[in-house]
């Protein structure tokens, strides 16, 4: 069984350009989160999406926005770029039965991203 | 505000020794605890949870204990293996399908096992 494919796994920005970062989850798996992981903030939760649908956000700024699509992918964007977007950002799949995730996220290995 | 504390970032044992490590938070809607393992360039991996009507999890050489009255958890790794040297993060949630997907993480803690 695949596990999450995240896409690119590297890339370099400058200032004020945008990014998307792409991401598909475990077959079968509905739910997609995704989280900013930097050295002094830790691993924060950005948002989540479920059936095409953003059902749960953190607190971040507009710039970071994402959608999902009916195949269960995933890209979320970030628009303006600033220096302090340098990140590792994670994306996450979940089984949901009932509605409720089963509790346990499956991460990809992450999309590092450099802005200069 | 930081819900979830690892409060020892980093953690060194000697290999066959037992590693513990913690984990506090302050939030009491939280009913489901998780700890996750991470390599270096690699996500992070679920090792065991734990849900708020249990006080204990056993899986293998890993033990996760809860003590709501303190809002603490730890994590029991007997024996350590080198292989066990990692980031360690804890994480929590409530559950209801409002939270589902989100985890609130910890800042995490490095474990280095020494042969």
């Known amino acids: 069984k695949a596990g999450v494919t995240q896409t690119p796994r590297y890339l370099i920005k400058t200032r004020g350009q945008q990014v998307t970062l792409s991401c598909s989850p475990i077959?079968?798996?509905?739910?997609v989160s995704w989280y900013q992981q930097t050295p002094g903030q830790g691993l924060q939760f950005l948002f989540e999406?479920?059936?095409?649908?953003?059902?749960n956000k953190g607190n971040f700024p507009g710039r970071f926005s994402g959608r999902q699509f009916s195949n269960s992918r995933s890209e979320m964007n970030v628009s303006t770029l600033e220096l302090g977007d340098s990140a590792l950002y994670l994306c996450?799949?979940?089984?949901?039965?009932?509605?409720?995730?089963?509790?346990?996220?499956?991460f990809g290995e992450g999309s590092r991203l450099t802005v200069l | 505000d930081q819900q979830v504390k690892q409060n020892s970032p980093s953690l060194s044992v000697q290999e066959g020794r037992i590693s513990i490590l913690n984990c506090d938070y302050t939030?009491?809607?939280?009913?489901?605890f998780l700890w996750y393992k991470k390599y270096p360039a690699e996500g992070p991996t679920f090792l065991i949870s734990?849900?708020?009507?249990?006080d204990k999890n056993e899986d293998g050489r890993f033990t996760v204990f809860l003590n709501k009255s303190a809002k603490h958890l730890s994590l029991h790794i007997v024996p350590s293996q080198p292989g066990d040297s990692a980031v360690y993060f804890c994480?929590?949630?409530?559950?209801?399908?409002?939270?589902?997907?989100?985890?609130?993480f910890g800042q995490g803690t490095t474990l280095q096992v020494k042969p």
């Open positions: 939030n009491s809607m939280f009913d489901y």
């Open positions: 077959s079968g798996h509905r739910s």
């Open positions: 734990i849900s708020s009507i249990k």
């Open positions: 996450a799949s979940s089984l949901v039965i009932s509605g409720d995730n089963t509790g346990e996220l499956f």
């Open positions: 994480a929590a949630s409530s559950h209801g399908s409002s939270n589902t997907g989100k985890l609130i």
């Open positions: 999406y479920f059936s095409e649908t953003q059902r």
